[in-house]
């Protein structure tokens, strides 16, 4: 064009024009040339492409890479998203409701103007979750010593052991009601009250029990059972053979065979119902059995029992039946008739029994007394040596509790000694006099026990004006500890207590209120609270209710040094509810070592306060109360000890109840009263013992 226009000039306008259109189709046909590109396409696409969820629902999610704008749409109505539309790359939230049904499927959508991706969804059908099944052991420990209403859903399986359905229905009918059920699982057992009568679910039938909303509770003695549970509660799920645990009698007292099926060997009824039958229409009745080795026990029989007028088999041998509990006295229920059948060897004749469980004891030198445990089933006779020990009774055929009264020693210089005589002309004893020595020490000396080396005690420094002493018992035919503790001689208070705690200790006889001078300790050392203090509780550190075993070891724990001073609600308040928990930890372990203290003074309140005894003595009263406990459970972690320690104010609480909020590790107490507690445990036990604790595992 711009040569035309340099070598051509147009001579008139119609040149001109010309040109120009000629110029306009060039430029025309160059345009063709070259057409305009055609629009990218909009990609998309999705990662990952497939989701899952479980039967509970939840939230995923997936990524979206795209150059444009992308829309959403889902197939399935229990599926939602975070975001209906979105441009360019993105993050897409995929919400699925929970399922209750079967398996299912949906499909996500992601379109754009020119392609589209899905994303495909599953979710898991519903598994209705397997019950939480307990051991009966572990829903026994829920048990506080009071009514236990439990909340959490949680089952309990075993074998039915009873047969109490009425004889209608083709049951002994050998308990009070024909509503009872008794179930173990082998290791323990439970008794079930039921809301009606039993009528279907047999001996031998395993079930599985909901226990939501249940309670636990003992009624009038017995049993510990789930009271008022409905029959729909209870599944049977198949039978299994049973198969009794071999006890001896010793063993059967221990209490701690309550609701299982046992075997009690060498036994036979006494010789005073021989011949008689079961029982009678008029009342439930108790027949004592004894063994061979010593030890009574009551068979139950129902008044509706089916067989209560059979006659019991007089023969020795081994008797079946499911262990139970009526008050203090141990007692078997005949769950089918074969478990008398092996009644059938000779009667044993009980051997002559002539013996002590101790043969010696020191006491103070003031006036007192003290009881001697003599086993005999022969004519026997007693006779002091010395004219200020008086014995009494003097004789007697049978086992007794000789109580043995001195005055003081007129000496405070010298100890004496006197023996009580106890002799027998029964020819089946080889060993017709027996000899007790009393060692009197001089008034007002003091004289400490020997230090051992005891579980439960702590480490001990000699100091002035504090003493170790121990006192011994009688338990399972053999001469034990009862408790021992450190004492302040010029305060008049045990500083702290320490024992250990089995089960069988906590039942055998009545609570003796026997209060006293503690007969190792010279009497004004100690508080005479025959009464109580001025203003204060008598309150006990070794508690009565852990010694009921029998009437010598209850009677200790009613000695003036076993007794402090206590704010009167704190006593019948929350130091009751801890003495109750730990004796509710005895069905979760082996032996309980307990170390019970006291602190007269804090750095906030350096000084001591006194109460006043029935005489006008001082007697110092404790600023705060503690406990440490250490548990023993053969094949349990960390050698089967585990601790714990709580620390109390001696003060009112009101309604409070002991709680995780006044437990700490024994470390803790350790630190603030200055005393290193289990020095006799091996060292890698006790760190870890004293460390931490866990304190659901305490019921807390």
Known sequence: MLFLRRRFKPANMKQRILLSLLAVAAFLVVSCDKPEPEPEPIRVSVSPSSISFTSEGGTESFSVSSNGLWYVRTEGSWISTSTASGSGNGTVQV?????????????????????????????????????????????????????????????????????????????????????????????????????????DILRGQKVRVSLKNQTLSVYNGGPLQISDLPRDRVTTTGTETLVPREVSVQELLTGNYECTYVAVKEVQVKAEYVGKPFGNAENHTSIPFEGKSGGEFDLFTSKLASFINETVPSGSGTLKGIAGVFGSRCQIYISEKGDYAGLTGERFAPGARFSLAATSRTVSGDAGSFGITLAANVAWKATASDADFSVSPASGTKDATVTVTYKSNPSTAQSRVARVIFTTEDAGVAQKELTFTITQLALDQVVPSPVQAWTELPAMQQAEGKAFFSHDMTYGGATVRNYSFWYDLNNRVALWVAYPLVKGHLSGVKRTDKWDYDPMVPHRYQGEVSYSYAGYDRGHQLPSADRLCSAEANEQTFYYTNITPQNKNFNQGIWETLEVLVRNQLSACDTMFVVTGCVLSTDENPTVVYAKDTQGKDVAVPQIYYKVLLRYKAGAANGGYSGIGFWLENRSYGSEVISRSHACTIDQIEGRVGIDFFVNLKDEYEKEAESKFDAGAWGL
């Not at 009514?147 to 074998?159: F, H, P, R, S, V």
């Not at 009425?166 to 308990?175: C, R």
């Open 95 to 199: 919400i699925a409701a929970s399922n209750t049904g079967e398996s299912r499927t949906a499909t996500i959508h992601i379109e754009s103007a020119d392609n589209k991706a899905t994303v495909s969804v599953t979710q898991q059908a519903y598994v209705k979750p397997e019950p939480v099944v307990k051991s009966i052991k572990d829903i026994r420990a829920l048990y506080k010593g009071s009514d236990y209403k439990i909340t959490d859903d949680i089952y309990l399986e075993g074998a039915v052991l009873s047969d109490f359905r009425k004889k209608e229905d083709g049951g002994l009918h050998n308990y009070t009601s024909a509503k009872t059920l008794i179930v173990s699982d082998g290791e323990a057992g439970l008794m079930l009250r039921l809301t009606e009568d039993n009528k």
